[in-house]
């Protein structure tokens, strides 16, 4: 097989992965919306500062030489800056709403981990709060590892406390409830 046949073979394709496509594709939106909004400032500012510029020496003859920069690059270098600050302002909002969505979900796996790591395997309301895939995925897991505990307590409650082992019947029902244990344990 070729490199050329690897590569178009679909699972070898590139593919984007999003950690969280919802708040970044919200993030994105917001920035192409700012971008454009600052676009259409600037060519307006420009614009009308042309026109100004163009309308005070339409009727002149000789371009008086003045010194310092000529009044379209005076504009040019004014808005070529508010660009840059309004860009850098959007860009540290949005480092600021990721680094809070992130915490909020970081933090919320690490109280259910650290419940889970005391064997606290209860749901609390405050599991519901944070709404992410990760957050599911423990609550998941949390969930079938409380009914896991709870068949373990069932088998270990039909376990008799003291064994006769003359009785037939009692020796085959904790047998049987041994296995159930091995199983749930293995």
Do not use: C
């Amino acid at each position: 097989m070729n490199m050329k046949s690897e590569l178009s073979n679909s699972g070898h394709r590139r593919h984007r992965h999003f950690i969280d496509a919802t708040i970044q594709g919200r993030l994105l939106a917001a920035l192409i919306v700012l971008e454009l909004i600052l676009f259409s400032g600037a060519m307006i500012w420009l614009y009308l500062d042309l026109s100004t510029i163009i309308e005070g020496n339409l009727y002149r003859v000789h371009y008086a030489d003045t010194e310092g920069l000529s009044p379209f690059l005076s504009t040019l270098f004014t808005v070529i800056p508010v660009i840059l600050l309004v860009n850098l302002a959007a860009l540290w909002l949005a480092d600021v709403i990721w680094r809070a969505y992130v915490r909020r979900i970081v933090n919320q796996l690490r109280r259910i981990l650290a419940r889970i790591s005391t064997l606290d395997l209860r749901e609390e309301p405050e599991d519901r709060r944070v709404h992410h895939d990760v957050i599911d995925k423990a609550r998941s897991w949390l969930e079938n590892e409380r009914q896991a505990f709870q068949k373990i307590k069932k088998a270990v409650n039909a376990l008799p406390e003291t064994i006769d082992f003359t009785d037939e019947k009692e020796l085959i029902r904790s047998r049987s409830a041994l296995r159930e244990l091995k199983t749930f344990l293995s």
